[in-house]
């Protein structure tokens, strides 16, 4: 069926530098994207979304960028720091008011 | 970003026994929230969608006389685990959906941690 997932499921960055985290979807048909945060024993923590009529958005230190052509979303955090140290999980929806569907999650770790 | 609070925050109890699990939107109304459980370096696994004032949707193999969901009120809604065993064991998240965001963003709470001895 169709599904979200990711290409990485580990990365590791010494702190400062940028972080890239990649996320494959199946479903042509998304049309609304979720980057979330999760912390060990925490619920995810919104970060950034975007619809699929655009194909960059920015917030602060991180920039989320959509390529429908090829389905395919990344999560860029500028100048990473210990603190981004997490699971990061992408999540798409076709439409409103249906459920998230979540990828596998990659795990971010920070290198001081 | 809009809040959710989950409560209790874990909970240990004896194989047998009923858990109740509270999932409350602090500064919004919700009228769709979520339930999910979260197996160690696992994804979220969705369970069921509540709806204030009707029954809520299951996903497919969730048993929902196992797993009763109530939504009495736009700021509430209730996870009770009946009759747990250990491989309920799990990590219970819920999320609302944000009314004011035009595709209804979810924000999650902090989660249950459940253990069945």
């Known amino acids: 069926g169709e599904s979200v997932g990711l290409h990485l499921p580990t990365l590791s960055v010494q702190e400062g530098d940028n972080s890239i985290i990649n996320c494959a979807y199946s479903n042509s048909a998304s049309d609304y994207f979720i980057w979330y945060k999760q912390e060990s024993g925490k619920g995810p923590q919104f970060i950034i979304d975007i619809r699929s009529n655009m194909d960059k958005r920015q917030g602060q230190r991180v920039t989320v960028l959509l390529n429908k052509t090829v389905k395919h979303l990344s999560l860029q955090i500028a100048a990473t720091q210990p603190g981004d140290s997490a699971v990061y999980f992408c999540?798409?929806?076709?439409?409103?008011?249906?459920?998230?569907?979540f990828g596998k999650g990659t795990r971010l770790s920070v290198i001081a | 970003g809009a809040v959710v609070s989950q409560h209790p925050s874990w909970v240990i109890c004896k194989s047998g026994t009923s858990v109740k699990i509270e999932c409350r939107s602090l500064d919004f109304q919700a009228t769709t929230m979520f339930w999910y459980r979260q197996f160690p370096k696992q994804s979220l696994m969705l369970m069921a969608t509540?709806?204030?004032?009707?029954?809520?949707?299951?996903e497919q193999g969730v048993e929902k006389d196992k797993f009763l969901i109530n939504h009495a009120s736009l700021t509430l809604s209730t996870l009770t685990v009946t009759s747990a065993h250990p491989e309920d064991s799990s990590f219970y998240i819920c999320?609302?959906?944000?009314?004011?965001?035009?595709?209804?963003?979810?924000?999650f709470g902090p989660g249950t941690r459940l253990t069945v001895l």
């Open positions: 999540a798409e929806t076709p439409r409103r008011n249906t459920p998230l569907v």
């Open positions: 509540s709806n204030e004032g009707s029954k809520a949707t299951y």
């Open positions: 999320s609302a959906r944000d009314p004011l965001s035009v595709w209804g963003t979810q924000y």
